[in-house]
């Protein structure tokens, strides 16, 4: 006859079973999860780029809905639905310069066409070439050309950050930064600015020797003290403020989503050609590229609006003291090159501390140029100031 069982004597053994089987169940959860999670895209950071400004470009969700699911990593190549995500933030880029530049063109020739027959009614006695020259003379264009820009780089700037959905304040929160560091960065651009400067020079010069120039004259604009006095203003102040929000400030999110690298050197190309000539393109572009990077890296576009605002101020009170003969032209450029010499040492400290630019990864590089050439508004917006500036190299 069988023996039975006692359950009671192997109580014992089967608890010990299920605490065993219960802890291994754990480990097993514990194990999945952090697959999962290695297998699993980061929502706002999915590139895991240690060069990047983690915080600057937001969340890529926005992007890509699918980052955070389960299992979830991000494809070598964007696919249809990211991609065209993606290409929309390059796209509204496109469209505010489009507009800006449009608008801004369009208002300055229509505004001054209307003075100018208003004038032409009041006083048709007078001859149409005396009053243009009255016009041009006064600061009624200085003034004109203020209110415009400062209407378009404000107005723009604000549409393209409400139609990408990042916040005005986005724009100026400021990290790491101090006083110390605003007078190495202004030196830093000085030594930009006169590698520049000369560049420009040179190639006009080259220009010259083919009969091409792409400056325009503008001796006797705004020579009035009025005129004068505006003129500072908007070229002191209010240009590298309103500048700096259009290019630093909204571009350069916009454009920033996948790849940084591509946005610094896109927003400063846009920045370059907004200048409208080659020598000023030649300025706008490296001093563009600097700026973008500081914006990136204190998080604002404080530091850059402190550097645009004492790199116009320079150049202006340079200017002045090359017009006042050979002698203080002399001692002007003495100091120039000195504070160059100095401001180069202070670029190569800032990159010797590790501020290089960020270096996209394989995944960004497949984000970057490739799908930007992909909306027409980028590339239309490029095509048209591109086009503006042949055009007035060659008439």
């Known amino acids: 006859m069988d023996e039975i069982i006692n359950p009671d004597e192997h109580s014992a053994e089967v608890a010990a079973l299920q605490h065993e089987i219960y ?12 697959i999962i999670k290695t297998l699993t895209a980061d929502k706002d950071s999915p590139f895991e780029n240690p060069t990047d400004y983690k915080d600057y470009s937001g969340s890529y969700a926005n992007v890509q809905p699918r980052l955070g699911e389960p299992g979830y990593k991000l494809p070598l190549d964007p696919d249809p639905p990211e991609r065209r995500n993606l290409r929309r933030f390059y796209s509204i880029g496109g469209w505010c310069m489009i507009f800006q530049f449009g608008l801004s063109f369009l208002a300055s020739v229509g505004l001054v066409n209307a003075i100018q027959l208003i004038m032409r009614f009041l006083h048709p006695e007078t001859d149409g070439l005396a009053l243009y020259n009255y016009l041009y003379g006064s600061s009624v264009l200085v003034a004109l050309n203020m209110v415009i820009y400062l209407i378009c780089n404000v107005t723009f700037t ?23 560091k605003a007078v190495q960065y202004c030196f830093i651009a000085l030594f930009i600015w006169t590698v520049s400067v000369y560049s420009g020079t040179f190639v006009e010069t080259v220009l010259n020797k083919f009969d091409l120039t792409s400056v325009t004259n503008q001796d006797g604009l705004g ?20 500048e700096e929000m259009l290019f630093r400030g909204m ?11 591509f946005a610094i050197f896109a927003s400063a190309f846009f920045f370059g050609l907004a200048h409208g000539n080659i020598p000023q393109f030649i300025l706008a572009f490296l001093l563009g590229i600097f700026m973008a ?47 160059s010499i100095f401001g180069m040492v202070m670029l190569f400290i800032f990159r010797s501390d590790g501020n290089l630019l960020p270096s996209p990864t394989p995944y960004q590089s497949r984000r970057g140029a490739s799908t930007a050439l992909s909306s027409l508004p980028f590339c239309t917006a490029a095509a048209m100031q591109i086009v503006y500036m042949a055009y007035k190299l060659f008439t």
């Open 293 to 339: 990077h500081i914006t990136m890296r204190h998080n604002s576009i404080i530091p850059s609006i402190t550097v645009h605002i004492f790199i116009n101020s320079f150049s202006t009170i340079f200017s002045s003291f090359s017009d006042k003969g050979h002698l203080a032209a002399y001692l002007a450029t003495i100091f120039l090159f000195a504070a």
């Open 158 to 180: 604000f549409v393209g950050m409400k139609w990408s959905g990042f916040k005005n304040m986005s724009l100026i929160r400021t990290r790491d930064y101090s006083f110390g």
């Open 223 to 242: 020579e009035s003290p009025l005129g004068l006095a505006l003129g500072t203003m908007y070229t002191c102040i209010i240009a590298p403020i309103t």
């Open 251 to 261: 571009l350069l999110k916009v454009f920033s989503k996948a790849n940084q690298r």
């Open 23 to 34: 802890r291994l169940n754990r480990e097993l959860d514990q194990k999945n999860s952090e």
